[in-house]
């Protein structure tokens, strides 16, 4: 089939308004936008070209813990027009992922307009991430990602010690659990998750550009866990080799950092600094129930 051309007009879905833009060097290059926001980006003919910085180190790590490019299974919460899902199914022929996306407005734009239906190997679901998670057998997975926000902010419920220990259960020996979130000076919200990731995992990395590292900006974080060692490659050259660097706090580096900083939990509403800061910037369409 050919490539579905990008709507002259935005779109509105259950809780964001989406316009979708066509790169002007690669005709299969989709930019979207949600509530005028660069949200996701997508290539409809190369699904292995990732224009998001925060998401080509992730692919970075996957593919470093996960190099024989064969099997997966894997589990995205948050799923947008599906970029890294695509990416893995592209990239591992017995690929198989499901992704759990909230909003079922986003899904069937990106089946509409970015020819999701036409993805193999790739079970896209409309719920509630976390009700998904719990419906999962133990040790059914080797990848879990949550990729997923209300506004700017990463849902708390997707944050919490409760929702990491769950992530554990799902996940094989040697299996990776991984999550983006945004954060603001001085890192409260992602502190507080490594926190809670390494009560459950021997093996925990924060990774960020240095702006955002030495709190001089905001932006994307990722940390990724795993009971095994985490791939020193993906963590250091790898990082500091792409257009846009980041780098990685680990070990003993990584504890000074979360020192004094409580897990997240599902019974204590956040006050960290992003929450505090959230109503400031506006109501955000909110998830029934």
């Known amino acids: ?42 290539d409809l003919d190369d ?42 199914v592209a990239t591992r022929k017995r690929a198989r992922v499901m992704v759990v996306e909230r909003d079922g407005g986003i899904v069937q734009v990106s089946r509409d307009h970015l020819a999701l239906d036409d993805v193999p190997r790739l079970d896209v679901r409309v719920g509630d991430g976390r009700e998904a998670l719990r419906g999962i057998d133990a040790a059914a997975l080797d990848l879990v990602v949550i990729d997923a926000f209300v506004g700017l902010m990463a849902p708390h419920a997707l944050c919490t010690r409760e929702f990491v220990a769950d992530v554990r259960r799902v996940l094989r020996p040697g299996g ?17 998750m490594a926190a809670g990731m390494l009560e459950q995992f021997p093996e925990v ?46 070990g003993r580096t ?23 800061l959230a109503p400031l910037w506006g109501r955000v369409k909110q998830p029934p129930g």
């Open 254 to 276: 990584l504890a000074r950092m979360v020192e004094g900083h409580e897990p997240l939990s599902d019974d204590v509403a956040p006050t960290h600094q992003l929450a505090r």
């Open 47 to 88: 699904p292995t070209r990732i224009m998001f910085e925060y998401l080509r180190h992730l692919v970075g790590v996957v593919d470093a813990m996960f190099p024989e490019r064969d099997r997966l299974d894997a589990l995205q919460v948050g799923g947008g027009p599906c970029t890294l899902a695509r990416y893995l």
């Open 205 to 250: 990395a924060l990774i960020a550009e240095p702006a955002v590292l030495e709190h001089r900006t905001s932006g994307n974080v990722l940390l990724v866990a795993s009971d095994r060692p985490l791939p020193p490659a993906a963590l250091g050259r790898t990082l500091s080799r792409d257009a846009a660097p980041w780098e990685a706090r680990t």
């Open 1 to 42: 089939m050919g490539i579905p051309p990008a709507p002259p007009y935005p779109i509105a879905t259950d809780f964001v308004t989406v316009e979708i833009r066509q790169d002007r060097d690669h005709s299969g290059g989709r930019l979207l936008l949600m509530d005028g926001v660069e949200a996701s980006h997508v």
């Open 176 to 192: 990776l659990y991984a999550m983006n979130l945004i954060d603001v000076e001085p890192l409260e919200l992602a502190r507080a």
